[in-house]
């Protein structure tokens, strides 16, 4: 026990990253920001790709190394060469004319593989483009790279056998949601302009929210999903995830009508199509109803809850009345309303059939010969295992009118105009750990639309989302509510570990040694900071001929305000009857942002009977 004790103080001096200049930045660059400059001349597309590729070298599969890329376009920049041409001689085609985009590998591409995740369809090329990529080549769009996925878009984790598992960019020790995570994890690291992601329940809006991104879950039919590989023809849909709302009305005004290929899409012959960028400001919040629906906030933790419940504390302000509500029998319908298990062995088989697959015949070669990562076995297995039960399949198909028309006589009893609730309850699983919390089965088992919406931060500093249900055909309206609240708040943050490279490179590792010495102390202290890891790397050596002990070696931050040393400890780095330690420590918003201000200083805890008290900044 410590009878007398005294604290020595150093100041922990450390480095800011320095961010040099260049012409264009394509971080976080919207795509109308990318187009005027296209069009000025102060770059050209065959420049941004490369400024992406770089950015995609650095950090996906080195540093934070990410993995969100299966494949780069082998002819990426020879079509941006020649779309830079062709803006010379004719100009644009439209506002996405030379703009890199991504592409789930769940789309048909006719010349690059489309793998699905899986090492069963590694080199397996389609017969057909899907329609949405033909409607982003027609516009001019440049597909940059294919993205990982959770294989055969059969879970939320974003874990497949070709390449492994996707990490969060605001957490790389933690999953991106799924399906669509390698799209939303690198959209978020701005390894292109925006990237396209598919939703059968769930998977462009749960990685929407935990990337800090937007996406929408559109009204079934509105746009095509032929050439998309089948999870569920009923409950599939396909479509863009954003940085921002401007972005994704953008993409959805060049992606959405009327495909003979796709049944669906009937409703949309003879409908005029939706236009969401010109309808951005077409909603007037005041006097808006929102439907709150309870059991999914009581469902959801504490952090996330409380940044939604902030949210709707801003919308209420601007005149929008909150009312709570629930869906009778919620729970029933959903559990009955799902067709996935039903479907996805009959459309995934017909789909290899009309490809012209020959390696791969069928779902059963992929489980025999155990072509896929063990995450999925389970359900594949059950997929084959299973006999197709007609009469089973008959009453979910009966169960989603009920919910549809539960759901729609939810907005009529309560005259609502959007039900909210969170995208998906809880914060991004540690990798290997299961992911649960998804809200994804209202939109997914109804067919209407749903958007998730970035909403700030937990206090994990991870992202939020929340996540908006309309009416069939509402989508425009969701993004146009969605629009009021991204100008006012500005939710979208950077993801630390993937800042501006620097000349063409990512930040290296930091590195400082620091010694103290004062009366009978002396020891040092080595420490390496990696923004692309985000650790704190450190290392603290007594000098043997010290005479006094030392109980304990600590970190604190100092408050912005001005120097206080009374602030508490925040990272203990060695403790007693020690004389050497090292270890690291993966860093909060606060430490980060601490250390690149110099407010961290080092506090030490001595056996005063040796030495005097001293306060000295380096």
């Known amino acids: 026990m410590l009878k007398k004790q005294q604290i020595l103080f150093l100041v922990l001096l450390l480095q800011s990253v320095h961010v040099y200049s260049q012409s264009i930045s394509v971080v976080e660059a919207s795509i109308s920001e990318l187009q005027t400059a296209l069009e000025n001349g102060s770059t050209t597309s065959l420049q941004l790709v490369d400024l992406y590729l770089a950015r995609i070298e650095a950090y996906d599969k080195q540093g934070p190394a990410l993995n969100s890329i299966i494949r780069i376009n082998p002819r990426v920049r020879d079509h941006a060469v020649e779309l830079d041409n062709e803006r010379a001689q004719t100009g644009a085609r439209s506002s996405l004319h030379g703009i890199p985009v991504l592409i789930k590998d769940n789309y048909n591409t006719i010349d690059m593989p489309t793998t699905n995740g899986s090492v069963a369809l590694a080199n397996f090329f389609p017969s057909y483009n899907a329609?949405?990529?033909?409607?982003?080549?027609?516009?001019?769009?440049?597909?940059?790279?294919?993205?990982?996925?959770?294989?055969?878009?059969?879970?939320?984790?974003?874990?497949?056998?070709?390449?492994?598992?996707?990490?969060?960019?605001?957490?790389?020790?933690?999953?991106?949601?799924?399906?669509?995570?390698?799209?939303?994890?690198?959209?978020?690291?701005?390894?292109?302009?925006?990237?396209?992601?598919?939703?059968?329940?769930?998977?462009?809006?749960?990685?929407?929210?935990?990337?800090?991104?937007?996406?929408?879950?559109?009204?079934?039919?509105?746009?095509?999903?032929?050439?998309?590989?089948?999870?569920?023809?009923?409950?599939?849909?396909?479509?863009?995830?954003?940085?921002?709302?401007?972005?994704?009305?953008?993409?959805?005004?060049?992606?959405?009508?009327?495909?003979?290929?796709?049944?669906?899409?009937?409703?949309?012959?003879?409908?005029?199509?939706?236009?969401?960028?010109?309808?951005?400001?077409s909603v007037d919040l005041e006097g808006l109803r929102f439907g709150k629906i309870k059991s999914y906030f009581e469902a959801a933790n504490s952090s996330t809850r409380s940044v939604i419940e902030e949210a709707l504390e801003w919308y209420a302000a601007e005149g929008v009345e909150i009312i709570e509500v629930e869906l009778l029998e919620q729970g029933e319908l959903i559990n009955s309303s799902g067709v996935i298990q039903h479907e996805f062995e009959i459309d995934f088989n017909r789909y290899l059939a009309a490809n012209g697959s020959e390696e791969i015949a069928n779902v059963n070669d992929v489980v025999e010969y155990g072509l896929l990562h063990e995450a999925l076995a389970n359900q594949m297995k059950s997929s084959v295992e299973e006999e197709f039960d007609e009469?089973?399949?008959?009453?979910?198909?009966?169960?989603?009118?009920?919910?549809?028309?539960?759901?729609?006589?939810?907005?009529?009893?309560n005259s609502l105009d959007v039900l909210v609730y969170p995208t998906i309850t809880q914060s991004p699983a540690l990798i290997g750990d299961p992911q649960t919390g998804s809200s994804c089965q209202l939109s997914a088992h109804s067919g209407l639309p749903a958007l998730s919406m970035p909403v700030g931060f937990a206090s994990n500093d991870l992202p939020v989302g929340m996540e908006i249900l309309g009416k069939h055909f509402q989508d425009v309206e969701l993004l146009a509510i969605a629009k009021h609240y991204e100008e006012s708040n500005s939710p979208r943050q950077i993801p630390s570990v993937t800042p501006e490279l620097i000349n063409g490179e990512a930040p290296s590792v930091e590195s400082r040694r620091l010694t103290f010495s004062q009366n009978s102390i002396s020891l040092q202290l080595d420490t390496e900071f990696s923004i692309q890891t985000n650790l704190f790397s450190f290392r603290v050596t007594q000098n043997p001929d010290n005479d006094a002990e030392v109980f304990a070696v600590t970190l604190i931050i100092d408050t912005e305000e001005g120097i206080d040393l009374n602030e508490p400890i925040v990272l203990n780095l060695m403790g007693p009857n020690i004389k050497q330690a090292s270890g690291e420590y993966f860093m909060s918003e606060e430490f980060r942002e601490a250390y690149n201000q110099n407010r961290l200083f080092l506090k030490v805890f001595a056996d005063s009977t040796s030495v005097t008290g001293s306060t000295q900044q380096l």
Not at 397 to 413: K, T
Request: hydrophobic share 40%.
């Open 131 to 281: 329609t949405q990529v033909d409607l982003l080549l027609d516009a001019g769009a440049i597909i940059i790279a294919k993205t990982n996925l959770h294989e055969y878009a059969r879970g939320i984790t974003s874990i497949a056998s070709l390449v492994g598992q996707t990490r969060n960019p605001y957490d790389i020790r933690r999953v991106p949601g799924g399906s669509s995570g390698g799209t939303a994890a690198a959209v978020a690291a701005s390894f292109g302009a925006i990237g396209m992601g598919s939703d059968t329940c769930g998977s462009i809006r749960i990685p929407s929210a935990f990337n800090n991104l937007i996406g929408l879950r559109p009204s079934k039919g509105i746009s095509s999903i032929y050439g998309i590989m089948p999870l569920s023809h009923t409950q599939d849909t396909g479509g863009p995830l954003a940085r921002t709302v401007e972005d994704l009305a953008l993409v959805l005004d060049l992606t959405i009508g009327y495909d003979p290929n796709d049944a669906a899409t009937e409703l949309m012959r003879e409908q005029t199509p939706p236009r969401f960028l010109e309808s951005l400001n």
């Open 391 to 413: 009469d089973a399949y008959e009453k979910s198909i009966e169960a989603r009118s009920m919910i549809r028309a539960s759901i729609e006589d939810l907005f009529e009893l």
